[in-house]
């Protein structure tokens, strides 16, 4: 079966250092890997997609970035953390663009 | 772009009360997804629909595709206190990579 871990859990951070969450699936290959946000209290904002390794697709103009250097995994990445990135971060993974999306548990991004 | 209402962005019940809650969309879209999302975790998908007029179950909890493919509901029977959460609703149009989610409805049961 297929799983997908996010890593870590939580983090603060100071405004203006840099960011990396991983993300990973295992049990498939060549899925298609999404980078969400998502307020507090509110729905979820697509960040980031790719189909394959080393394509991305921004979705909202931002302070953060995305990569994709293995199959299997997806990493977020800021050079310089604003307060305004402080949210929930989530990981998802599905088998194609017609497959329900699978989710992580979230990264708690705290910036202070 | 590709909207959608959820509704009602909250609720709260007693405990044995039976649960509805809907989407509709501005546009057509070939995919309703319902999700779950418990307290500090990752949304769980709960029923993927694929076809108007499809009408989906698991367990207590049902959802339709409806016929003009801009609305979906989530309904849940007999509700329990691990009912408890936010659930949002998830439409996709064909082919496209992006889903659209449902700003989310939570749900909250009083014993």
């Known amino acids: 079966s297929q799983t997908i871990h996010q890593w870590p859990a939580t983090l603060v951070q100071p405004v203006g250092s840099p960011l990396s969450l991983e993300c990973t699936v295992e049990g498939t290959s060549n899925p298609n890997l999404y980078w969400y946000r998502q307020a507090a209290g509110r729905g979820l904002q697509l960040l980031f997609y790719s189909v394959g390794i080393g394509q991305i697709s921004s979705e909202v103009p931002q302070n953060l970035s995305a990569s994709r250097p293995q199959d299997r995994q997806f990493i977020l990445s800021s050079k310089k953390l604003l307060l305004s990135d402080s949210g929930f971060y989530l990981c998802?993974?599905?088998?194609?663009?017609?497959?329900?999306?699978?989710f992580g548990d979230g990264t708690r991004l705290s910036i202070l | 772009g590709q909207q959608l209402n959820q509704s009602p962005q909250s609720m709260f019940i007693q405990e044995g009360e039976d649960v509805s809650m809907n989407c509709t969309s501005s546009?057509?879209?070939?995919?309703w997804l319902w999700y779950k999302q418990d307290p500090g975790e990752g949304p769980v998908l709960l029923i993927a629909l694929y076809k108007a007029g499809e009408l989906t179950s698991n367990g207590r909890l049902t959802a339709q595709f409806g016929i003009t493919r801009k609305d979906s509901f989530l309904n849940i029977s007999a509700s329990i206190p691990s009912d408890v959460g936010i659930y949002f609703c998830a439409g996709r149009d064909q082919g496209a990579q992006k889903l659209v989610f449902g700003q989310g409805t939570r749900l909250t049961i009083n014993p």
């Open positions: 998802a993974w599905s088998k194609d663009s017609n497959q329900p999306q699978h």
């Open positions: 546009s057509i879209f070939n995919t």
